[in-house]
């Protein structure tokens, strides 16, 4: 779908010089001299490179098309995680690096949605919120206050984020799995 150099935003993902980009800064600029344009800065999804542009409104570039569809995960090895189509039953494997560290986010049939661009798995968008049990935390100081500081804790998945200072070990929270943050504990 073509798209005018004025609408690309940031998170989108664009075909430009026969690569496919994923935007990650677009800042409309209005000079004194000259028209307006969009200086967007993207990152290639296969290569890593990244690269500044600029796009005139009047400038026209590709929109890539995603496909979406749900797997639920399986099983992990040493270098990709497996998931399965649950109406097809058909598996996949998507190389760790695709994930990095949220990959440690992935429990036993956790259904997620896989983005494919030409029939190639191109990300994978976990739950917003996932439940996880503290394996060990810090003993919190006295005289902390609840608001304004929080301690280190381990996860059971190896994970590490900050906690407040009430929380402790084995106690179950919910974790952003966007920011991989803390939000809550479970009671």
């Known amino acids: 779908m073509k798209i005018l150099g004025n609408e690309i935003k940031p998170g989108m993902l664009i075909e430009h010089k026969n690569d496919l980009w994923e935007v990650l800064k677009a800042q409309h600029v209005k000079p004194g001299k000259g028209g307006a344009f969009n200086q ?3 990152k290639s999804v296969n290569k890593n490179t990244k690269l500044n542009e600029r796009f005139r409104s009047s400038d026209s570039v590709e929109k890539a098309s995603l496909d979406e569809e749900k797997y639920n995960f399986l099983y992990e090895d040493e270098n990709d995680y497996y998931f399965i189509d649950q109406k097809t039953f058909e ?3 998507i190389a760790k690096k695709i994930l990095g560290s949220k990959g440690k986010l992935l429990t036993e049939n956790l259904e997620v949605t896989i983005n494919f661009y030409n029939e190639k798995p191109l990300s994978v968008n976990l739950p917003n ?3 996880c049990k503290i394996k060990s935390t810090d003993v919190a100081l006295k005289g902390q206050t609840v608001s304004s500081s929080y301690k280190p804790a381990v996860l059971t998945n190896g994970l590490k984020i900050q906690v407040p200072p009430f929380i402790e070990s084995e106690d179950a929270i ?5 920011t991989i943050e803390y939000i809550k504990k479970i009671s």
Do not use: A, G, K, L
């Open 91 to 93: 598996q996949i494997n």
């Open 40 to 42: 967007v800065e993207m």
């Open 129 to 131: 919120q996932i439940t």
């Open 174 to 178: 919910i974790v952003d799995t966007r």
